[in-house]
């Protein structure tokens, strides 16, 4: 008797390469970024466009004056971007969409323009569609500018649980207009402020003086003023250089602080991520407090709670717990809330947290303003004492 023991073995590497590209004014007739990567030489091809349906409303006239003056025959769809309809049955139908035109496999990628929410959906779809096809991101939020922007995932909420289902599957390009948030409400600016403060707060500490002193008057003018006058000092941070544009440099030290951190861990493969700053709490107390809490104010009560723990074991001086505390009040977030001054409600939080990090509480803190380290021993007696600080802060009614 012989028995086969036969063994083959395929390893292969895929380079990744993708663009985010800074332009002002996407959707003005002269500019040509938003159709830089769809190839119409000839091919006759329908181009698919998925708008979320408060883009449609606020700008659909201009998108489409805009692709029928570059001559694009094109299929428009609108998408819900509500996180409750965040599900695989968009998914389909957007895969539906993409047979319906018959797209070429490369050269119409379909391009999206929206929230988060949507963006996620339509990037699900183009991973799944003949095995994955590259498509165009254009987020629409500050969220979707500053943190979607560069992430590599895709998803949609599955059996109660979000992105349960999703993929790594970067879009070919994402092009960011701030112009867009022109519209946008402000509390969705507060929100996307929530994931800045966060890159701040553990990365970048220019970043975090421009956004004591500029913060609340960028949300004002909704990202729109060029230099927004006097700033409004929390703590009195560096000034802007001379002449830059502060809310470019808002947005670009955000990006750029994203890029470093995902580019060398792109599959998450290592659990040690200081992007998660904000996000060791908050996802079950997010979900917890639904519709209460929009997930930029979560991560924001996240950093100021994660910041008492820092001072608690003496890697912060008050000071700093001070100056943090007063830039989130200063940029509209929250910095108390009841679910955060429970510690069994924590230590459940962290439970789960540890169970998504295979184990390990790899718990980013901050160092200091700027920068961060990790903790894999913090105990229930410094939750509680974290939690009875963050108490303190609660308004005299709610005490
Ligand atoms: N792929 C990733 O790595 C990643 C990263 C962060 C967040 N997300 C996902 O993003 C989602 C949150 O995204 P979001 O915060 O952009 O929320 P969202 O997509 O729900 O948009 C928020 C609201 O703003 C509206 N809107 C969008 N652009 C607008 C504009 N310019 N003017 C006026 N209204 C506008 C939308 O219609 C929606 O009502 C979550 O589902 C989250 O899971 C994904
Ligand atoms: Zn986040």
Redesign the pocket.
Known sequence: MTSSSAKWEVRAELPIHYEIEETLDLLSVDNPTLLGSVDRAGTGATQLVLV????DR?YGDRLRAYLEYHRVRYHLMPLP???EQ?TIDLVLAVASAMNEVKAFRVRNPPIAI?????L?IV?LAASLYRRGIPYIRV???L??LV??SV?A???VNFEGF??RLGSYSPPLRTLIDRS??A???RR?LR??MGEIFKMALIKDVRLFGLLERYGAALIEGRFQDAAPPGGTAAGGGPPARVGSNVADEVIGRAIQGMVEELQPNLWEKKLERSVDYGHSFSPLLEMRALPELY?GEAVALDCVFSAFLAEHRGFLEPEDVHRVVACARSLGLPVWHPLFCDPDALGEALADTVRHRNGDQNLPVMAAIGSARFLNDVTPAEIEAAAAAMAELAPVGAR
């Open positions: 979320d349906t408060t883009i606020l971007s509500a996180e965040k929206g929230g988060g929410v949507m996620d990037g987020p629409t939020t969220l979707g943190d979607v992430a995932k895709t998803g979000r992105n867009f948030l519209t946008l409400p969705q929100n996307g997930h």
